[in-house]
């Protein structure tokens, strides 16, 4: 762990538990359900697990969902995006098909950590430039000591975290009660 990396890799990451993906998918799900999404978008790899289970999850809900997340190899007509990205200090580009992301389609994005913002802004530019709307944003484990959620909140998306990681002192988690 480094004084911002918050590294799980035991339970949200290299290994999941599913007991809590599942969980996880079923508060978001309850959580968004009023804003009837269409679909799920996040980042491959590590916000598929969530997202999968967030879909799973409103599938009780009154209607269907579809997961989608932006490939790096997709080919043809692409929506595209560039995201900084934090744990690896490097820029990426996101894509997703157009076909999998329709116009006025209402989208849910799921990630699995929130740090600057710079996964879920790239995220939302995909949905702007496909004409269709961010009904919310799910994340996992948001750290509160970075600017994403103040950021997200100020351009008007409902951003709702599940764990918030006020600080991380001598190698030790802080988290919000
Ligand atoms: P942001 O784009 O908000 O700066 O960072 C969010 C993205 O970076 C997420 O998709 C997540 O995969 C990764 N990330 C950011 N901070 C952390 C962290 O502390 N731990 C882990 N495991 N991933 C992080």
């Given at each position: 762990?480094?004084?911002?990396?918050?590294?799980?890799?035991?339970?949200?990451?290299?290994?999941?538990?599913?007991?809590?993906?599942?969980?996880?998918?079923?508060?978001?799900?309850?959580?968004?359900?009023?804003?009837?999404?269409?679909?799920?978008?996040?980042?491959?790899?590590?916000?598929?697990?969530?997202a999968l289970t967030?879909?799973?999850?409103?599938?009780?809900?009154?209607?269907?969902?579809?997961q989608?997340?932006?490939?790096?190899?997709?080919?043809?007509?692409?929506?595209?995006?560039?995201?900084?990205?934090?744990?690896?200090?490097?820029?990426?580009?996101?894509?997703?098909?157009?076909?999998?992301?329709?116009?006025?389609?209402?989208?849910?994005?799921?990630?699995?950590?929130?740090?600057?913002?710079?996964?879920?802004?790239?995220?939302?530019?995909?949905?702007?430039?496909?004409?269709?709307?961010?009904?919310?944003?799910?994340?996992?484990?948001?750290?509160?000591?970075?600017?994403?959620?103040?950021?997200?909140?100020?351009?008007?998306?409902?951003?709702?975290?599940?764990?918030?990681?006020?600080?991380?002192?001598?190698?030790?988690?802080?988290?919000?009660?």
């Amino acid at each position: 762990m480094g004084t911002d990396i918050v590294k799980v890799d035991m339970f949200l990451n290299h290994r999941l538990d599913t007991d809590l993906f599942v969980k996880m998918g079923q508060a978001f799900a309850q959580e968004f359900a009023q804003e009837k999404p269409d679909l799920v978008l996040t980042v491959e790899a590590s916000g598929i697990a969530a997202a999968l289970t967030t879909a799973m999850g409103l599938r009780k809900y009154p209607r269907g969902i579809r997961q989608e997340e932006p490939h790096p190899e997709c080919d043809g007509d692409v929506y595209e995006s560039r995201v900084f990205s934090f744990t690896h200090g490097v820029e990426n580009h996101i894509r997703v098909d157009k076909d999998y992301l329709p116009k006025g389609a209402r989208v849910l994005i799921v990630d699995d950590f929130l740090a600057n913002g710079e996964a879920a802004e790239g995220l939302c530019d995909l949905v702007r430039q496909a004409g269709a709307t961010v009904v919310g944003i799910g994340i996992c484990v948001e750290k509160s000591f970075q600017p994403g959620h103040q950021k997200l909140a100020q351009e008007g998306y409902h951003v709702v975290s599940l764990a918030r990681v006020t600080a991380i002192r001598d190698g030790k988690l802080i988290v919000e009660d």
